[in-house]
């Protein structure tokens, strides 16, 4: 080298012992995965195909599952058939609204029951409009 110094020394020697080396290379192997798992895992496709038409089969697999979605979305009722039939509710709230916007109709029904009900007429006012006769007692009936 220019300024003086002798370029590092390249170690061209055995990294290890052979005998080292086939311990280390047999502990590997134990600890190897089988090939099932390496199946279960996706890294092994599961197939006998060929290697050479894995791709292709791979990608007619896929093609035929997307042809068996677009075949059952073809068949899929649209909404408004679905709210016919009271399977989806008829709101234009968003799903994650839904519970509340129930609970909201259910306590709106309630204060309309209980404000009609404070309006009710009593017996007496039905017997003298002719609603109901004399001997008919409603209360004691319920």
Do not use: C, F, Y
């Not at 390249?10 to 190897?32: C, H, T, Y």
């Amino acid at each position: 080298m220019p300024d003086g110094t002798a370029p590092p020394a390249i170690d061209d020697g055995p990294i290890g012992s052979a005998l080292d080396r086939q311990k280390s290379l047999e502990k590997q192997l134990a600890a190897r995965p089988d090939e099932q798992d390496l199946r279960n895992r996706h890294i092994l496709l599961d197939t006998t195909a060929a290697p050479a038409l894995q791709a292709k089969q791979a990608e007619l697999e896929r093609q035929r599952i997307t042809d068996n979605l677009k075949k059952g979305l073809s068949k899929r009722p649209e909404k408004e058939a679905l709210v016919d039939r009271n399977i989806l509710p008829d709101s234009a709230a968003a799903p994650a609204l839904l519970e509340r916007q129930k609970e909201l109709e259910r306590h709106m029904r309630r204060d309309s029951l209980e404000k009609k009900l404070e309006h009710r007429p009593n017996p007496a006012e039905l017997v003298k409009e002719g609603i109901l006769q004399a001997d008919e007692n409603p209360i004691a009936d319920s």
